[in-house]
């Protein structure tokens, strides 16, 4: 689902959800250097045009790049997760990816209260910044989940959450089971 499509029907659907200010080119350009990387041209897109962080029906807190954001900033996983390792490994693929290159764009699980959340996988000489988006354990301290982008993971919130349940986490989306998603983070 691309931005436009998920603004506009998130905008029909949701018409009276609170939403912060938008992001500015400046914000974006001062966070990006903080960071030292730059984000996705569909988040950015987001941050300006949705909203400059946001708890999405109050399962998933979006981080901005502002201090003001409601639900923080995007950051880098060693301030969410402090005893990170240097290097991390990506389960379903085998790899190992430098810890400095994690950056959180969620804050933390909506649904089970901890400090597991999404970070984008900053890895060089991908076109438009449209990185692979990762699932990190607080437990085990890997990334235990990979989605081909930040477009997949709106599109897996997008399609699961509807009138009878909304505020469906992306992860539990992917794994309802309250069980096996205990056994992938602990993996």
């Known amino acids: 689902m691309n931005i436009n499509d998920f ?11 609170d939403r912060f200010e938008g992001a500015t080119d400046e914000m974006v350009e001062a966070h990006e250097k903080m960071l030292g990387y730059h984000l996705p041209i ?5 941050l300006k045009r949705f909203s400059n962080g946001i708890l999405l029906l109050d399962s998933e807190p979006i981080g901005g790049v502002s201090k003001d ?7 880098k996983v ?9 290097e991390v490994l990506i389960v379903e693929t085998n790899e190992m990816i430098e810890s400095t290159r994690l950056v959180s764009f969620t804050m933390f699980d909506g649904g089970d209260s ?27 301290n890997k990334v235990v989940k990979v989605l081909s982008n930040f477009e997949e ?6 399609s699961n959450n509807d009138d009878e349940e909304p505020g469906i ?19």
């Open 153 to 158: 993971w709106l599109t897996i919130f997008w």
């Open 114 to 140: 901890s400090n597991n959340h999404w970070v984008f996988l900053c890895e060089d000489g991908i076109t438009n910044n449209d990185y692979r988006v990762g699932f990190i354990s607080q437990i085990s």
């Open 42 to 46: 569909s988040f950015i897109e987001f």
């Open 169 to 187: 986490p992306v992860f539990h989306a992917i794994y309802p089971d309250y069980d096996e998603r205990g056994v992938i983070l602990d993996s």
């Open 78 to 86: 060693s301030r969410i997760i402090p005893d990170i390792p240097n």
């Open 69 to 75: 954001s409601p639900c923080s900033n995007v950051s």
């Open 7 to 17: 603004i506009e029907q998130f905008n029909e659907k949701y018409p009276d959800v």
